[in-house]
């Protein structure tokens, strides 16, 4: 299963911004749960056609998966802490579970 996350910034943030802030996020949340792998934060380089600006993807083998980040995320203050900071950076949120077919 995968896990698409898309999203763009709020006027006037740095890329550099949304990186530091996201690979945090990412590091706090693979050592918490570590059946969610990163795959990597994405951005688009030539701003040709309609948004996203940034897709964040992970890797996770159960759907069932999604129950334990949310009972974790629920009881971690440190992990909220990070979303806070990324949502004050960003807008447009999007997630998409798929699975890969080929």
């Given at each position: 299963?995968y896990?698409f996350?898309f999203?763009?910034?709020?006027?006037?943030?740095?890329?550099?911004?949304?990186?530091d802030?996201?690979?945090k996020?990412?590091?706090?949340?693979?050592?918490?749960?570590?059946?969610?792998?990163?795959?990597?934060l994405?951005?688009?380089?030539?701003l040709?056609?309609?948004?996203?600006?940034?897709?964040a993807?992970?890797?996770?083998?159960?759907?069932?998966d999604l129950?334990?980040?949310?009972r974790?995320?629920?009881?971690?203050?440190?992990?909220?802490?990070?979303?806070?900071?990324?949502?004050?950076?960003?807008?447009?949120?999007?997630a998409k579970v798929?699975s890969k077919?080929?």
């Amino acid at each position: 299963m995968y896990y698409f996350v898309f999203f763009d910034p709020k006027d006037g943030v740095r890329r550099t911004q949304i990186v530091d802030v996201y690979k945090k996020f990412a590091e706090h949340f693979g050592k918490k749960l570590p059946q969610f792998k990163f795959i990597g934060l994405y951005v688009r380089n030539v701003l040709l056609g309609s948004r996203p600006h940034y897709v964040a993807i992970w890797e996770f083998p159960n759907y069932s998966d999604l129950d334990e980040w949310n009972r974790v995320f629920a009881e971690d203050k440190q992990g909220q802490k990070l979303a806070r900071e990324l949502a004050e950076l960003t807008t447009a949120w999007e997630a998409k579970v798929m699975s890969k077919l080929i």
